[in-house]
């Protein structure tokens, strides 16, 4: 019976031609490189439904995409193309596509069921950043390096260095001479730790981020679990290629070690993640990897983007100083052209902002077609709150999350620590909630249980220390219900705040929003089916933050989005406003040390401005303090604009200032006869 493709006349034949590669034979690799807005991630997902009509099992294509709202994203997309050519109803091509997710989300499930030939604990729990970074803590002081010298570097960056080497796959002494110079003396102390590090983890029995594509690797280079993991897919396809790093790389190349099957998508231009050694190599070197067999195939028209805008976006990547290929185009004819909109300050920025996302509210553009990126999460601060003043309501991707709450924490730590009683972490956090018990205790607590081969059993053993009151009895009571799971999930997180909201009364003076947060946070868990994948998910990808804090807002509510440049990746809006276009943020303080950096940020604001589609606002706040690191210390200096808009692509843009400045009216002026040269005298200050 032929089969309907009626849906791949919506592509161009280039798209098409990715789309067909190879369907229904054995394909070899192929690599989708084109810029922004050209239609990658849709012909992406043409290419998995046009698989799923030629009869491939979607339960054997792996998708791996740079978020899991990505993921959703994608499965949507490729539902709404194919379930009418496959006749099934709604729902039932983005349920049965289960390999959607990130790379870290697939490892930690792949690990999970393959743990037993791996003779990892499949009970293991992730830590995120701020557990690791707490971990590498208790165990920097168990060695006494901090007592050791002031200077030694912060838990943070011993993480960074720790999650450096092994992302990079780099040797320690090259990546502190290269990366972090500065904590070069400590090399044989970083060592140390991060052997102690490694060490704490397992017998704990936790893994951390890295250690998800770590073991990963570790797994495919086992030949036999190899080749078992390898045979579960199909197919395996890649978005955002260019900002994975070299271990991700790896791990797919062990899944296709052949190439076979494996499709790779997007864009140099857009590499943004190096800080999180993500390394662009990885899709420049990919089609010499699989040479002669690889098909490339390009893309040089952008769908998204009006002229004007994607000319200002061009005009910005064109003076890097490496060279990408592509040269877009865009046939959305506009007279508008992007706007540089220079503010007095942060207060008129974000006034600006609000005025013109309500105008376009008015005009006829939702709100959740508006976005307003920033660089760092913290510069929404003013705008959040500008927002909530004017009833705008709005959701914030990327950054401070609902689960970064100290009682949403503690209350994650308490399932946590029942899923597995060896995690020192998470068990340092729930004991420490106890009056009158410090780190000592714990610490005593911990140990007796760490060392007994039935921790729940040495837990009710330990005796109740004198401080703890009530409250003891009641968490040994809790934790070995939860332990023994004698609770319906997710009714337990419920007994779980039983125990904790007379400790939240004595503590805080909000108890009672806080208690509120954890019921919303019960009704997020009544969506997962149980409690290891509420926390798996949780740890590797917390839900949005939202401004209300009642509850997220449903799906048909209308609500203005703020992100992040980094998380606004892959997506698009009608309107775009970017905060703080001025140097010192974008290029970051940070980032102006090496051309190397600088560069990532130019491809940054590329990605910040080809997200919008017909309207893009540029905000220039000229009182925006930037720190400036000298050797005389840090000098704070007012902001100018970026440097990557030179005077001589500002033709791009239209050039405004806001407020608009009132014409000094010629009756007041001073009549004839100025007693003082004031014009020489401007010219002396100089
Ligand atoms: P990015 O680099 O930002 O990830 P991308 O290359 O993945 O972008 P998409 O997000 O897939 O691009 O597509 C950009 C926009 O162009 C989307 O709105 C998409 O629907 C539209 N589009 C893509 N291909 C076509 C086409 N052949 N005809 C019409 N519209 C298209
Ligand atoms: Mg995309």
Same mark, same amino acid.
């Given at each position: 019976m032929p089969v309907d493709t009626a849906f791949l006349d919506a592509l161009n034949p280039e798209q098409r031609r990715a789309a067909e590669h190879g369907v229904g034979t054995a394909a070899g690799p192929l690599l989708v490189i084109a810029g922004a807005g050209s239609g990658k991630t849709n012909t992406l997902a043409h290419r998995v439904a046009n698989l799923m009509v030629h009869g491939a099992d979607p339960r054997r294509i792996l998708l791996l995409t740079f978020s899991r709202r990505a993921a959703a994203e994608m499965s949507r997309r490729v539902e709404r193309i194919a379930s009418r050519v496959l006749g099934v109803g709604s729902g039932a091509v983005s349920d049965a596509l289960t390999w959607a997710g990130t790379f870290h989300g697939i490892g930690a499930r792949l690990l999970r069921e393959h743990a037993h030939e791996i003779r990892l604990d499949p009970a293991f729990t992730i830590h995120d950043r701020e557990d690791s970074a707490d971990l590498m803590n208790l165990v920097r002081h168990e060695l006494s390096f901090s007592e050791k010298?002031?200077?030694?570097?912060t838990k943070g960056t011993c993480l960074a260095i720790y999650s450096r080497v092994v992302n990079a796959q780099g040797d320690l002494d090259e990546v502190l001479k290269s990366v972090f110079p500065w904590c070069a003396m400590w090399s044989g102390e970083l060592r140390q730790l991060f052997g102690a590090y490694v060490a704490a983890k397992q017998a704990q029995n936790v893994l951390d981020y890295d250690d998800l594509l770590l073991y990963w690797a570790g797994m495919m280079s086992e030949p036999a679990i190899g080749a078992q993991v390898s045979s579960r897919f199909d197919h395996v396809l890649v978005d955002e290629y260019q900002d994975t790093n070299s271990l991700q790389a790896a791990v797919l190349l062990a899944m296709r070690p052949d190439g076979r099957g494996l499709t790779v998508v997007g864009d140099d231009a857009q590499s943004i993640y190096s800080f999180r050694a993500a390394t662009v190599r990885n899709i420049l070197d990919f089609p010499g990897h699989f040479s002669p067999s690889a098909d490339i195939v390009t893309l040089d028209r +952008?769908?998204? /983007?009006s002229q004007p805008i994607l000319a200002a976006a061009n005009a910005v990547i064109e003076q890097a100083s490496e060279r990408f290929t592509k040269n877009l185009w865009s046939d959305r004819q506009s007279e508008a052209k992007p706007v540089l909109v220079t503010v007095k300050d942060e207060a008129d920025q974000v006034g600006y902002v609000a005025d013109c996302v309500l105008r376009s509210r008015e005009a006829g553009t939702p709100l959740k077609q508006q976005a307003v990126l920033f660089r760092? /999460? /913290?510069?929404s601060g003013p705008l959040e709150i500008e927002l909530t003043r004017r009833n705008i309501p709005f959701v914030k991707f990327g950054g401070l999350k609902f689960l970064d709450a100290a009682h949403i924490k503690d209350m994650l730590a308490i399932l946590r620590w029942a899923e597995n009683l060896r995690d020192r972490v998470a068990g340092f956090r729930v004991l420490q909630l106890l009056p009158g018990i410090g780190p000592t205790t714990a610490g005593r607590v911990l140990d007796a249980i760490g060392n007994s081969p039935n921790p729940a059993w040495a837990f009710s053993e330990v005796p109740a220390p004198a401080k703890a009151g009530q409250s003891w009895t009641g968490l040994v009571d809790l934790i070995g219900k939860l332990s023994k799971r004698e609770t319906a999930w997710p009714l337990e997180l419920a007994q779980a705040r039983h125990w904790y909201e007379p400790l939240m009364e004595g503590q805080y003076e909000d108890a009672a929003i806080r208690v509120a947060d954890i019921i919303q946070l019960e009704q997020i868990a009544a969506?997962?089916? +149980?409690r290891e994948k509420f926390l798996t998910e949780l740890t590797l990808d917390p839900p949005d933050a939202t401004s209300d804090q009642a509850g997220v807002p449903q799906r048909d509510e209308d609500y203005l989005i703020l992100s992040t440049i980094h998380s606004a990746k892959g997506q698009e809006w009608k309107s775009v406003h970017v905060l703080n276009v001025v140097d010192g943020c974008i290029p970051s303080d940070l980032g102006t040390g090496s051309t190397h950096e600088l560069e990532e940020e130019r491809r940054l604001l590329y990605v910040a401005m080809t997200r919008a589609k017909d309207e893009l606002h540029l905000l220039v706040p000229q009182r925006f303090y930037v720190t400036q690191q000298t050797r005389n210390g840090d000098r704070h200096m007012y902001a100018q604009r970026t440097r990557f808009i030179p005077r001589e692509i500002k033709a791009h843009f239209e050039d405004i200032l806001w407020p608009p400045v009132t014409p000094i009216r010629s009756d007041l002026l001073p009549k004839a006869g100025l007693s003082v040269d004031l014009a020489s005298r401007m010219r002396g200050m100089w």
């Open positions: 010298a002031t200077r030694f570097p +952008n769908y998204r /983007s760092t /999460s /913290s510069h969506g997962f089916p +149980n």
